[in-house]
């Protein structure tokens, strides 16, 4: 299915790429291939007491693929004033049609680095919004939050910066999967799926999260 089927289907406007204007280390809005997040639910699974945090996340797209096929709660994250305006509109209209309204979508306008991470949240999703710098600002956000409460936490990457994974393996995350895309026009056009705490042998349940292993790089 081409991505205005799938806008279509969801109700939502979320095709277009926007600079953002003198900021070098924020970047502009370019929404996840459709064909990358089908790709990425085939062989990884969100369970429903997850709850995803997409720290940038543009117009919603992946908040609503997301939650039409997992029915999970997701929080969006959006700096720039009017992509946040337009992810509320797309949230009217979704909300609508959508048969899942128990798992909320809820749209924040905000720095992703300002975001107070909530306990409930365990998945966050990075299609390279920033600098490596503000990365590192949100993983120690993140990494407080787990100290507070601890949970398992994966942190998956779209379109992974060398930068963006220098910082979470300094901060002892594991590589659980990586995700190749047949469709790739580009090296960094794939997925990379990282865990904290890193798994110990015999302690965390090979179900977690991930479909059993296929040929698709699980490590
Ligand atoms: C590449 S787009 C990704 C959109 C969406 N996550 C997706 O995958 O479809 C990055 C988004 O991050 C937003 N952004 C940039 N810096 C930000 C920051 N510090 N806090 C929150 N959002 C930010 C941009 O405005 C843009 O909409």
Known sequence: MDWKEYDRQLGIKTAGVKEWDGHRHYHGYE???????????????????????????????VAFFLHHHFHVPVVGIEADAKTYEEALLNLR????????????????????????????????????????????KVMGNILKSVAAHPRT??????????????VLEGLAFELVLEIELPEAQDPLDKFLIYRYPARRRGRVKDSDALVPATAVGLR
Not at 41 to 54: A, I, K, L, T
Not at 153 to 166: A, K, N, Q, R, W
């Open 93 to 136: 209209a979704y909300l609508r049609q959508a048969k899942h309204a128990p798992a909320t979508i809820t749209f924040e306008h905000g720095l992703a680095e300002k975001y107070q991470v909530d306990a409930a949240d365990n998945r966050f999703y990075f299609f390279n919004p920033f600098s490596s710098l503000v990365f590192q």
């Open 31 to 61: 929404p996840t291939p459709y064909w990358a997040l089908e790709r990425l639910c085939q062989v990884y699974r969100f369970h429903p007491g997850d709850r995803v945090v997409d720290f940038g996340c543009g117009r919603g797209r």
């Open 153 to 166: 936490v994966d942190v998956i990457l779209f379109y992974p910066m060398p930068g963006y994974t220098v």
